[in-house]
């Protein structure tokens, strides 16, 4: 771990509760999460900062859950992996990625007409191919399986939003 993180933690430490939860908010759109994660400052540890917010997120009701969720930007919507472009013909490529996007379009509006929250998902590393999968399979889910693995995905989203506070 770099001296850089230890440097950002401790300039997290010190600000104001209403900037750090501001801050907090840009890794997760839970006010209450970001309230209560300013309020647990300091941290002295990076791992506290990741044990805290999990144990947090996972406190909170799930109304406050859902809202986050309502307010999160659908991470599979734009996310096209940029790699799909590599040795292919531009115009193909561009078809193809539009019809993804529709059918991603789609995807998203079917999921939150069966379930009241967006589609939530931890999109690093996947493609668009592999998010629209993925929500078409979530599909099939019971409402309480979707909210267990909508919370999970958030986490992770969240995680990776505290780690880009951390490092930036």
């Not at 979530?138 to 506070?165: C, F, Y």
Request: with cysteine; net charge negative; hydrophobic share 40%.
């Amino acid at each position: 771990m770099s001296f850089k993180i230890y440097k950002n933690l401790a300039l997290l430490n010190g600000l104001p509760q209403a900037e750090a939860e501001r801050l907090f908010v840009g890794c997760c759109r839970a006010p209450e999460w970001a309230r209560q994660m300013a309020e647990a400052r300091p941290f002295a540890m990076v791992e506290d900062v990741f044990e805290t917010a999990g144990r947090i997120w996972f406190s909170l009701s799930e109304a406050d859950r859902r809202g986050a969720f309502a307010v999160e930007s659908d991470p599979s919507a734009n996310k096209i992996n940029s790699g799909q472009r590599r040795g292919h013909n531009q115009t193909g490529v561009k078809m193809a990625i539009d019809a993804v996007r529709a059918e991603l379009v789609e995807a998203n509006r079917l999921y939150e007409d069966k379930f009241g929250f967006i589609f939530i998902l931890n999109a690093d590393g996947k493609t668009a191919d592999e998010i629209l999968s993925v929500c078409r399979a979530r599909l099939g889910n019971s409402l309480q399986t979707e909210l267990t693995i909508a919370t999970e995905e958030q986490r992770k989203i969240t995680e990776a939003g505290l780690s880009n506070l951390l490092e930036k």
